[in-house]
Each structure stands twice: as structure tokens, then as C-alpha cells.
């Protein structure tokens, strides 16, 4: 990852702290995507013990997450405070979950002692994706499902070119290829990856209505390149005449490429080992899925 790219951990901490009050108004796709997420469930036969929702922001996958398996134990982790602390006001009498502060990539959480990894659009805010699949193949029971999505190259490549344009510095994130993803999960020893892709186009009325949104879930710019002063009123006209070329039917369009992907923690049994060393997850355990690779 060139240096220019890599994220500032602290400043997304602040960002998503502070905007734990106003992510649900503007989180339309985070929210979409979770629905999605969540409804991909129904496709894998799991009767969980214990759930984690990693980068669980305000709580809304971890509620749905308690409703769909009541008798199991969720846990929202999240790297933001504010963001735990919105969500433990969502808690209500009959869906109560625990909470915990935590990065990604290092989990407080025991090794083998989660059912499912459930993650949806955080992955892109870590440097590092091996080191988040491996602690997640960690805590995970053999057996046990990670479910999560992530952003793709083509997100926000619009507001990318525009920038460009401006002052060519960097001003939004670089995101990791679905099939560099794959990989990765194999690298971390998780097994069966399946990965699709999905692309949203969101409209705008102006390209400052999509920057008002993105701060307002907490997607500022944390890249090391990013510009350490405030960007000039040049520049920032520039980036608007530029992103207007786009401009269609009136509207401003904003594309985002979502990922969706799981794994699983192989079973350490070795009758179910296979030959060429696969490991194989018991058909009991697996539903019908779609999937392509």
C-alpha cells in the first residue's frame, strides 16, 4: 500500500466518534447493504452461540443480529466510542448486547469461541485485511462463518477523478479488488471464500450534498496524503467543474462498488480432509448459497 493511502486509525476513531448522532440519516447504502447482508443469512444453517458484529457503528446489525438469534450471545465491537455508546441507547429490554471498543485487527475476544463474524462496510477502513481475516479465522469455532462486505475499486471514482483534476492529492480512499480479497482470506487460513460484487449509483443534486453525507457517517479523509491544510477555494472549484462534466438529467452520480464475501474456519477433523489438502465445511452447515468467484 503506498504510503500515501494508508489510514490514519486515530482520525477514524474521532470522525465515526463524532458522527455517531447523525450516521443514520445519511447512512441510505450502509443500510441497504446490511439488509442485504443480514438477508444472506438465511441462505447458511447456523444455530450461533456467540455473534460479533466488527465495525458495529451505531448498533442497527446488532439489534437485527439479537432478533435473529435471541437465545445467542452479540457482541458489538467498534473501533469508535461514540459509536458504542449510540448504540447501547438502541438496546431495548428484549435485545440487549454487549459492547465493546476494539480494533479489528486485534480483538480482545478468545481464541475459538465465536459461531459467526458478521462485518458490514468497515473492512476499508483497515490497513491491513489479512490481519483483520486472520484474527477473525482466531476467535472463530472451526466451523464458524465470516459474512462481511466491503468497498471496491470502482467506489466514489467519480469524486476521484474530480479531485485529480483539482490538486491531485488524496482525498479518498483506495479500495481492495474482490479477488485480492479472496486471496487474502485464503492467506489467513479461512476456507471456501465466496465473493460477489454488487454496484450502486447514487444521485446527488450537487457534489457538495454528497461530501455533507459522507461526513456525516464518519467518512472523512483519514489517508496519510491527504491534504494537511484546509483545501483552497481554488481547488475546491475546480473539483466541482470537474465532477459537473458528469452531470445527467440534472443529477450527479456517485458510484459505489459494494463486495460481499464470507469464509469459513476450516473443521480441524481430518476425515474431512480431502486429497490435494482441502478442507471441507459439513454439508449440515451450509444452506443453498449464491455465489460466484
Known amino acids: 500500500m503506498s504510503d500515501d493511502f494508508r489510514i490514519d486509525a486515530a482520525r477514524v476513531r474521532r470522525s465515526f466518534g463524532r458522527a455517531a448522532t447523525t450516521y443514520d440519516a445519511a447512512a441510505v447504502l450502509q443500510a441497504r447493504v446490511r439488509a442485504e447482508l443480514l438477508e444472506r443469512l438465511d441462505l447458511v ?3 450461533p452461540t456467540l455473534v460479533l458484529d466488527l465495525g458495529a457503528g451505531p448498533g442497527q446489525a446488532t439489534l437485527e443480529l439479537k432478533r435473529r438469534y435471541r437465545s445467542s450471545q452479540v457482541v458489538a465491537l467498534d473501533l469508535a466510542e461514540g459509536m458504542l455508546r449510540e448504540a ?7 435485545r440487549r448486547f454487549q459492547r465493546v471498543c476494539a480494533d479489528a485487527a486485534a480483538l480482545p475476544v478468545r481464541d475459538g469461541i465465536a459461531d459467526l463474524v458478521f462485518s458490514n462496510l468497515m473492512l476499508q477502513w483497515c490497513n491491513e485485511p489479512d490481519a483483520v481475516f486472520r484474527e477473525c479465522r482466531r476467535v472463530l469455532k472451526p466451523g464458524g462463518l465470516l459474512t462481511f462486505t466491503t468497498f471496491g475499486p470502482d467506489t466514489l471514482a467519480e469524486l476521484r477523478r474530480a479531485w485529480a483534476a483539482a490538486d491531485g492529492r488524496t482525498h479518498v480512499n483506495r479500495f481492495i479488488d474482490m479477488h485480492d480479497l479472496g486471496d487474502a482470506l485464503l ?3 479461512l476456507a471456501e471464500p465466496v465473493m460477489d460484487v454488487e454496484r450502486f449509483t447514487l444521485t446527488y443534486a450537487e457534489v457538495r450534498d454528497l461530501m455533507r453525507d459522507l461526513q456525516a457517517i464518519g467518512a472523512r479523509n483519514a ?3 491527504r491534504p494537511k491544510a484546509l483545501t483552497g477555494k481554488r481547488a475546491l472549484a475546480t473539483m466541482v467543474a470537474a465532477y459537473e462534466t458528469l452531470r445527467r438529467d440534472g443529477r450527479l452520480p456517485a ?3 459494494v463486495v460481499y464475501g464470507q469464509a469459513w474456519r476450516p473443521i480441524a477433523d481430518p476425515t474431512r480432509v480431502a486429497e490435494g489438502g482441502e478442507v471441507t465445511v459439513p454439508f449440515s452447515r451450509i444452506g443453498r448459497r449464491n455465489s460466484s468467484t
Open 45 to 47: 444453517r447456523l444455530q
Open 255 to 257: 458510484t459505489f462498488e
Open 223 to 225: 489517508n496519510a496524503g
Open 187 to 189: 492467506r489467513a487460513g
Open 88 to 94: 447501547r441507547r438502541r438496546q431495548t429490554l428484549l
